[in-house]
Each structure stands twice: as structure tokens, then as C-alpha cells.
């Protein structure tokens, strides 16, 4: 690479790489407004699972091994590893719609859908069969996430 | 050569940050935008340097009878604009050498006009500073340097090696002069030393018209970003040597860490609307290699920008902004080939996916950074789409005049993200970017 065009890399990187990395506290869960409703599907993978009931979000989605922050487009934390039977909450920080959905973009699946409309909204699924479970959001497809049930 | 008038707060036009966000963003006012907190609607800047409007603009005398010195300019500002006054003539210049070699005469006198447009930004801005004598006679000598660039280009696109030689001497001669005319209007600027950038400049400019000529895409616009990415090397310095000689009239260190953020996302998002309208043309105009090339030059800018992002925010927001930023770029292209097939359905399609997507952009920065309010950011990340459009659809008009003329606007705008920005980010981390 040419010096000049290396030292305005440098310019550039160097100026932030003296920066600490600012991790992102995961914020508690809350919502303060209704969730919107998941979509509901029928599980289509093997055993029993089933979509839960949407949950009316007016209650704050307390901080638990089944709460997933949503926040810079990115679903937090993931992979996430929950016993069968937990209900899963993701609560959005992200001032835009987010609807992580099962499956890949390429292979998307129909064992949960979930609508997220916006910041401080909240929706959820319980998983009650064990696996591991892709998902990604359907608007933003470059956002994915995992979780393993045991 | 003493300075004629005092710099006032109508030095460089091309200074007015129109930035409209409730970030603590120094305002120099041009006369032509208007900034007001949480507007969020600003016009692009335009390219008019109103030299009738560099009069000393005192406020009244003071009891004592001293003149009080009118709002002071952001010199990370100045430092700022000077690099991408500098980086538009690198890219007009391009644009215009490449459309002479490939014999797209009305293409070239198009970018020539507008690469004499960014030189009057620049002469006005010299003249702003000191004074009418001065731009007149700067003028002429930074125009010198392009006739000098024509005439490399005319000799290597004719295998004309001692004309080819010749044009390079001239060249390097004139960086010497160049340099001597600026060193003689300001001490803290060595001649030796400014010398020494403007015969890199030339060279890496050279290096831009031999890789068109020997057709090769993928080198010239590698050697496009190492041109572009060299001119601050030469606007640093004379920011800061105009910052020591006129204290009293700007704010701030150009040299501070704060400063050097917003020259980089000057510059970064500049060569993003450059490259990616090399690319849209080169898509428009059917020449597949050299749009393939320029979308790989885009693609490193999107990943410097990334990075940029990830070092600020971390490796996990780097990653997720990578991929949303690069998005819009889909989009573009999208927008471009609807364009061209004429497919008007599906060109208001990725209109509105542009559109949508200006929110999204909003929410991730807004989301990180509680100085940037989102509404404001959409309205201009809507303009920077808007501005970008134009020139696509310009191209798509086959009208060179209005292709980079509308160019000449969307790199203008990018300012107005770039330093709302570059202010929320120092904001938000005093201890990483102290004043």
C-alpha cells in the first residue's frame, strides 16, 4: 500500500484505536410501552414446542436467563443457552421495527416470529423443545442470533 | 505579504456547517445555510464563495475603542473543509483526466468546469484570508498546476514521452512555487516542507493518470484513494499555519484529536459518494471492469468507516453497522440499474428502500450516541440519499454538467453528517478527544 494512502489508514484507525473499547452495557430489560403482538406460527420442528401467547408488554421483561436486549442491531446475549420451558424476551433499544424470526435468511423456518416496533418494545416465545435455534431479523437480515435449549 | 483584512466570520464559504443536530457544533456562517438546533433540514452547502462578503466584520468598538473580533471559526473546521476543497480538486481532476483519455470530450469539459469551480472555492477562500491582491494572484498559479495536469494527460494519451517529461518538470517546478507563494503569506508554513507535499500531490495525481491511460481500473482507482487520501497532508499544515497566524479569529486546536475525527469522517464519507459515483457511471455507461473496480474501492471505504465505528464503539457495534452501512450501497446499485433498464417500478422501490433504510442508519448512530437525536440525523442521511440520487439519475440523463455538478453538491453535504458527527462522538467520550 502506498505510505501516504497507509498513513491516512493510520489517521483514521489510529485515532480510534487509542479509544478504550466501549463496550455496550446490556440494558435491563423494560418496556414501557405494549409490546407488539409475535406472531404466532406453528412449531415445525421436531417434538412439542410451542409459540407462546403474546405477552402484553406492559409489564417491564424482567432481566433473566431468557432476556435478549436488542440494541445497535444487534441481539444480546448470543448465543443465549435456556433450560426447556423458558420464555424467551427480546426487548428492543433500537429507535427503528426489528423482527427476529426463526431460521436463516436463506432457510428461514417457522417456529417463531416476533415484531418489535420500535424502542422499549418487547415480545417473546417459549421454547420447550430442546435444540439449538438460528434466527435473524427479517428486516435486517444481517442481524442473527442463536439460542440452545437444553 | 501582509494579510489585507481581518478573517471574518464569512472566511471560507465552504466553511458554513449547516449541521442542524443539538450537538455544541461551532457555526460559521456563509450567508447561505442556517443551523438551528434540532431542524435537522438543512440544505446542502453550496459552492459560492461570496468574496464581496470577506469585509471586516467587527462589531462595534468596545468603551476602550478596541474592535471586538466577530464569532470565531471551528479551526478543526477549517482543517476540515480545506481537506475536502482538496480532495474535490483530486477527484474533479480525476474525473476529468479520465474522461479525456477515454475521448468523453463532453464528459471532460464537464469535470473541467467543475474542477474550475472548485478552484475558485479555493482562491476565494486564500483571498478571504488575505485579501482581494492575493486570491488574484494565487489564482492563476494553483490554476497553472492543472494545465500542467492537461498537458500530462494530452501527452501520455498520445505516447508523447517528451511532453509527457516535460509536463512532469513543469509540475514539479511549480511545486516550488506553489509553495513559495504560501510560505511568503505565512511564516509558520516552511516552504521546504510544503514543497515536498505538493510534489507528492503531483505524483500521486500522475500515478491516477498512468493507470488510466494503461486502462487499468483496479489501479486507478486504488491510486484515486491514495491522491485523495494524501491532500490533508498539505491542508493540515495550512490550517494550522492560518490558526497561528490569526489566533484571535479561531477557536479550538485543528490539531487536537477531535479535530483529526472530523477531518476523517470528512474524508471518508467523501470518497464514499466519489467512489460510489465512479461506480454508478461506470454501471450507467456500461464499462462493467471499471465499475467493478470502483465498487471494490467503495467496499474498502465502507470497511474503513466500519472500523472507524468499531474503534469508537467496539468490535460487536462495528460488526453490526458494518453490514447496515453497506446496505444502502445494495441499494444504490439497485436504484442504478432500475435506472438504466428504465425500470421505473422498481427504481421507486429502492427509493423507498433508501428512504426507510435513512432511519435505520438514524436509530444505530442515534442508539449509540444520546447527542445525536434521530429525527435530525434521518432528514440528513434523506438529503445525502436525495443528493446521490441526482447524480445517478444526472448520469442516467447522459448530461455530464448536471452529473458532476450534482456530485459537486452530494460531496458538499457529506459534511453535514460528517461533523454533527465527528461533535456527538467528542462529546460523548471528553476524556478520548479533550478540547
Redesign the interface.
Known amino acids: 500500500m502506498n505510505t501516504s494512502a497507509h498513513h491516512h489508514r493510520r489517521v483514521i484507525t489510529l485515532t480510534y484505536a487509542a479509544l478504550t473499547v466501549v463496550g455496550l452495557a446490556a440494558a435491563a430489560c423494560s418496556s414501557t410501552t405494549p409490546a407488539a403482538a409475535p406472531t404466532t406460527t406453528p412449531a415445525t420442528t421436531p417434538g412439542t414446542a410451542a409459540p407462546a401467547a403474546p405477552t402484553p408488554g406492559s409489564t417491564p421483561a424482567a432481566a433473566g436467563p431468557g432476556a435478549i436486549t436488542v440494541k445497535l442491531f444487534q441481539f444480546k446475549p448470543s448465543p443465549l443457552t435456556i433450560p426447556a420451558g423458558t420464555k424467551v424476551t427480546w426487548t428492543s433499544e433500537d429507535d427503528t421495527v426489528h423482527e427476529p424470526a426463526s431460521g436463516t435468511p436463506e432457510a428461514p423456518t417457522t417456529v417463531f416470529d416476533v415484531e418489535l416496533d420500535g424502542k422499549g418494545s418487547s415480545g417473546s416465545f417459549t421454547f420447550t423443545t430442546p435444540g439449538t435455534y438460528a434466527y435473524y431479523c427479517k428486516i435486517h437480515t444481517s442481524m442473527t442470533g442463536e439460542i440452545t435449549v437444553t | 505579504m501582509a494579510p489585507k483584512k481581518p478573517i471574518t466570520r464569512h472566511v471560507f464559504p465552504a466553511l458554513a456547517i449547516a449541521g442542524s443536530l443539538a450537538v455544541g457544533v461551532v457555526a460559521c456562517s456563509s450567508g447561505t445555510t442556517t443551523s438551528t438546533a434540532g431542524s435537522g433540514s438543512s440544505a446542502p452547502t453550496t459552492s459560492a464563495a461570496p468574496t464581496t462578503t470577506a469585509t471586516a466584520a467587527t462589531t462595534p468598538a468596545t468603551s476602550t475603542g478596541t474592535a471586538v473580533p466577530a464569532t470565531k471559526v471551528s479551526a478543526a473546521a477549517l482543517r476540515a473543509n480545506l481537506t475536502t476543497l482538496f480532495n474535490s480538486h483530486v477527484i474533479l481532476a480525476s474525473a476529468a483526466t479520465g474522461a479525456a483519455l477515454a475521448g468523453r470530450t463532453d464528459d471532460f469539459n464537464a469535470a473541467a468546469a467543475e474542477l474550475d469551480k472548485n478552484s475558485d472555492d479555493i482562491t476565494a477562500a486564500v483571498g478571504s484570508v488575505y485579501g482581494d491582491d492575493a486570491g488574484k494572484a494565487f489564482g492563476p498559479l494553483w490554476k497553472k498546476h492543472i494545465v500542467f495536469f492537461v498537458d500530462y494527460t494530452k501527452a501520455v494519451g498520445a505516447g508523447d514521452k517528451a511532453a509527457a517529461d516535460k509536463a512532469v518538470t513543469s509540475l514539479t517546478n511549480y511545486a516550488g512555487d506553489f509553495a513559495a507563494f504560501l510560505s511568503g503569506a505565512n511564516p509558520n508554513v516552511p516552504k521546504d516542507g510544503l514543497t515536498d507535499l505538493v510534489k507528492?500531490h503531483v505524483l500521486?495525481l500522475k500515478d491516477v493518470v498512468d493507470a488510466q491511460a494503461a486502462k487499468d481500473p483496479v489501479k486507478t482507482n486504488?491510486?484515486l484513494?491514495?491522491?485523495i487520501?494524501?491532500m490533508?497532508?498539505i491542508a493540515d499544515p495550512l490550517a494550522a499555519g492560518i490558526v497561528k497566524q490569526f489566533p484571535d479569529m479561531f477557536s479550538g486546536d485543528p490539531s487536537s484529536?477531535g479535530a483529526?475525527?472530523q477531518v476523517?469522517l470528512n474524508?471518508?464519507f467523501q470518497q464514499h459518494v466519489a467512489f460510489a459515483s465512479i461506480a454508478t457511471g461506470a454501471a450507467l455507461g456500461g464499462r462493467n471492469d471499471e465499475f467493478t473496480a470502483a465498487v471494490g474501492q467503495l467496499d474498502k471505504n465502507s470497511d474503513?468507516i466500519t472500523?472507524?465505528v468499531?474503534?469508537?464503539?467496539?468490535?460487536?457495534?462495528g460488526?453490526?453497522?458494518g453490514?447496515?452501512w453497506k446496505?444502502h450501497i445494495t441499494f444504490f446499485v439497485d436504484y442504478t440499474k432500475a435506472v438504466g433498464a428504465g425500470d421505473k417500478a422498481t427504481a421507486d422501490k429502492t427509493v423507498t428502500s433508501l428512504t426507510n433504510y435513512a432511519?435505520?442508519f438514524?436509530?444505530?448512530l442515534?442508539?449509540?450516541n444520546p447527542n445525536l437525536p434521530?429525527d435530525g440525523l434521518t432528514d440528513l442521511v434523506k438529503t445525502h440519499i436525495l443528493t446521490l440520487k441526482d447524480v445517478v439519475d444526472a448520469q442516467a440523463a447522459k448530461d455530464p454538467v448536471k452529473t458532476y455538478a450534482a456530485l459537486a453538491v452530494a460531496m458538499k453535504h457529506m459534511h453535514m453528517i460528517a461533523d454533527p458527527l465527528a461533535a456527538a462522538i467528542t462529546t460523548q467520550?471528553p476524556e478520548?478527544f479533550p478540547s
Open positions: 507528492t500521486t486504488a491510486a484513494a491514495t491522491a487520501a494524501h490533508h497532508m484529536k483529526d475525527l476523517a474524508s471518508a474503513d472500523a472507524a468499531g474503534s469508537v464503539y467496539g468490535d460487536d457495534a460488526k453490526a453497522f453490514p447496515l446496505k432511519g435505520d438514524a436509530a444505530f442515534s442508539g449509540a434521530k467520550f478520548k
